[in-house]
């Protein structure tokens, strides 16, 4: 048996999916001919309570579209230090869209709105930095899974108006910030100026993101994605399955973040996981030999993530089911 817990990543399509794929119209997306691409952008935009979607090859594309979208070159993004958008989109914002970056320490990826507004730069004279938007991630990936409270994003949305800032929200995770919190999309998309989210993890699609806005915005964002080398053509196969995992792997998000509820309890007699710190679909893992346990997981069929000498991660999704979570506990257990 084999149980890849590395990431929501590693799905692959089901055959329902595959059938969709197979079955899908197809046009010239450059063209905007691709019907079926159309109706994925133009049905996520509405969930999200925008006017227009783009669809992207990946998220770190529609994270950095969003964030060109927002911030002028020389103009400053405020974000998080433990984001994705710093640590894992090999620095785009400064390289591509020649955007200067200042974080806020992360706190196991919480919000707190207090701490950002100290953050905030004015500009007072020519040669100072202005922030010009914030960017947040719901959920948190590097702080494990966290959902940002919908009262804090809230907050966040009164002091962007207050200081004449912009807000993007990464929400590749978004998806599950909406099953396990229970707050509609729209709730949280109409608080932001641009939102990317992703099809492909946990979703299970095989590629694809999008960014969603003002239509004036997604007009933009098109020229943007085509300099980037993102234009692509008869896509349909990958809207297709993205549209299959909108309709029908959304709400079987819960059972994922039940089986991570579930690992984390097991395992944490063995000081390896903490049950309280889990929200979603992410187990944060604790072990001071972790390279050494994940090698031999992985001879028993366990694959995990490391990301440092004692830190590692589990993720549940699609293609692992209840067989696949005795299994890591009872190897895992062990191993610990
Ligand atoms: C996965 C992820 C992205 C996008 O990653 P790609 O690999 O570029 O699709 C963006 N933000 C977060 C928080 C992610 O976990």
């Known amino acids: 048996m084999l149980v890849d817990l590395r990431s ?3 799905t692959r ?7 969709a794929m197979f079955d899908a119209e197809l046009g010239d997306d450059v ?3 691709d019907p ?3 109706a994925l952008e133009a049905e996520v935009a509405a969930l999200l309570g925008h006017e227009a979607g783009v669809f992207t090859p990946s998220g770190s594309m529609a994270n950095q579209i969003g964030l060109q979208l927002l911030v002028p070159p020389g103009g400053e993004l405020l974000v998080d230090s433990e984001s994705h958008i710093l640590a894992h989109e090999g620095g785009a914002a400064a390289a591509i869209g020649g955007i200067s970056t200042q974080s806020w320490p992360s706190t196991a990826g919480r919000l707190d709105v207090d701490v950002v507004g100290r953050h905030v730069r004015e500009s007072v004279a020519y040669h100072t930095v202005a922030t010009r938007a914030i960017a947040v991630e719901n959920t948190h990936n590097r702080g494990g899974g966290t959902v940002l409270a919908i009262e804090e994003l809230r907050r966040l949305r009164r002091l962007a108006d207050e200081r004449g800032l912009l807000l993007h929200l990464d929400g590749a995770r978004l998806w599950n910030a909406h099953v396990a919190s229970g707050v509609p999309l729209a709730e949280y998309g109409r608080l932001f100026d641009t939102v990317s989210l992703c099809f492909s993890k946990g979703l299970g699609a095989p590629v694809g993101s999008i960014l969603v806005s003002s239509a004036e915005n997604v007009a933009r964002a098109r020229a943007l994605r085509k300099r980037m080398g993102g234009g692509m053509r008869q896509i349909g196969f990958l809207a297709a399955a993205a549209r299959h995992a909108v309709h029908h792997h959304v709400d079987r998000l819960a059972a994922d973040h039940a089986r991570a509820r579930r690992l984390a309890e097991a395992l944490a007699h063995r000081g390896l996981t903490d049950p309280g710190r889990v929200e979603t679909n992410i187990v944060l893992l604790r072990h001071p030999g972790l390279a050494a346990l994940a ?3 992985a001879e028993q069929g366990v694959l995990i993530s490391v990301l440092s000498s004692d830190g ?3 993720l549940t999704h699609l293609d692992v089911d209840d067989d696949g979570v005795d299994h890591a506990i009872k190897v895992l257990g062990e191993l610990a």
Do not use: F
């Open 36 to 38: 079926t691409v159309n």
């Open 31 to 33: 063209y905007g001919e």
């Open 312 to 314: 590692g991660r589990l």
């Open 8 to 10: 929501d990543t590693v």
């Open 13 to 19: 399509p089901t055959a329902a999916m595959r059938e």
């Open 295 to 297: 090698a031999d997981a």
